[in-house]
């Protein structure tokens, strides 16, 4: 109240006095709109770029979508910047984020192994910047990433021991954890990638979606991302496949990862919408709302920000024409 009183006073003084206290007024104005962002969590999100399908891989409408589920649920806490196509924030802004939250294609085209943006990363990660991937971005390379993503959030996929299959996860159990805040037991049809790399022992790591994969899982030949005889025997023995974990690290940082999201009519779940909305300002080290974060999407708000691409904005490509018999 006293910011607005004073900063009312100042606006007079300048019209009075305009070029006397323009300076002043100024001032004035950037102190009073850092004030007002005091206290909120700087919330860095990247969409990489258009890929697959209608309805899938659409990274710009879901982290536009997730952006404002955020800003419904807990806009009091967070101040969000948002790059688009792949877009990489400057260095400035990663500076200042408390979180990154990636959602994009992943192996070697993986927004963050280009150029010298893993060494970026890593600076802020050393200072407890909060990390975060959601889908095909859990993948880096092994000789690119791969060591940095296991230090930043625990686990992620690694070609020729990873899979990723497409099949109805149901995840009747939740741990408790922040994450987990308000979040029901639910099931969906998703390309859920399983058997991450995790750290050693799961050190510092915490399964948050866990279920048994069923045998058609398997079903493909062995290949970097369809198969081998490791997690064919852990299929075969029935063991419980992780495909969403937090882990907290040493240098007080927290990371998120997230495989589902290849669909992207699997955000209008509330409960899986929750989760990662739970999950991003977990990471960032904010406060979770007892019931999580709540927020609601309409048919409308699942339209938006779409790709364009055939079927979507775009023709449809034309069928072969039959063969003349």
């Known amino acids: 109240m006293k910011c607005r009183v004073r900063f009312g006073r100042l606006l007079a003084t300048f019209r009075s006095h305009p070029m006397k206290h323009l300076f002043t007024a100024i001032l004035a104005f950037s102190l009073f709109s850092s004030a007002f962002a005091a206290g909120k969590k700087s919330i860095v999100m990247i969409a990489g770029k258009p890929s697959h399908g209608p309805g899938q891989h659409e990274h710009n409408a879901g982290i536009q979508l997730l952006k404002k589920c955020l800003e419904q649920g807990a806009a009091d806490q967070v101040d969000i910047k948002f790059h688009l196509n792949g877009e990489w924030p400057s260095q400035e802004e990663l500076s200042a984020a408390d979180t990154v939250v990636i959602y994009s294609d992943g192996g070697g085209g993986h927004?963050?192994?280009?150029g010298d943006r893993l060494a970026q990363l890593d600076k802020e990660m050393k200072r407890g910047c909060g990390f975060l991937t959601l889908h095909y971005a859990v993948e880096p390379t092994i000789e690119k990433?791969?060591?940095?993503?296991?230090?930043w959030m625990g686990g992620c996929f690694e070609i020729n021991w990873s899979v990723n299959p497409h099949w109805d996860a149901n995840f009747k159990e939740l741990p408790t954890h922040?994450?987990?805040s308000g979040v029901k037991p639910f099931g969906t049809n998703d390309e859920w990638y399983f058997y991450m790399r995790f750290r050693p022992n799961m050190q510092g790591v915490t399964p948050i979606l866990s279920d048994v994969a069923p045998d058609s899982t398997m079903s493909r030949p062995d290949g970097a991302h369809s198969g081998n005889p490791t997690v064919r025997e852990?299929?075969?023995n029935k063991e419980k496949q992780h495909v969403a974990w937090a882990c907290e690290r040493a240098d007080g940082g927290r990371g998120f990862g997230f495989t589902g999201?290849?669909?992207?009519k699997g955000w209008a779940n509330d409960d899986q919408r929750k989760l990662v909305?739970?999950?991003?300002?977990w990471t960032a080290k904010a406060k979770i709302p007892a019931d999580g974060v709540a927020s609601s999407v309409t048919e409308d708000d699942m339209k938006a920000n779409l790709d364009l691409k055939p079927g979507q904005g775009l023709p449809e490509k034309p069928k072969p024409a039959a063969k003349a018999k």
Do not use: M, R, T
């Open 277 to 281: 909305l739970n999950a991003i300002l």
């Open 261 to 264: 999201g290849h669909y992207h």
């Open 234 to 236: 852990s299929v075969k």
């Open 145 to 151: 990433g791969g060591k940095e993503f296991i230090d």
């Open 111 to 114: 927004p963050a192994l280009q």
């Open 178 to 180: 922040p994450i987990s």
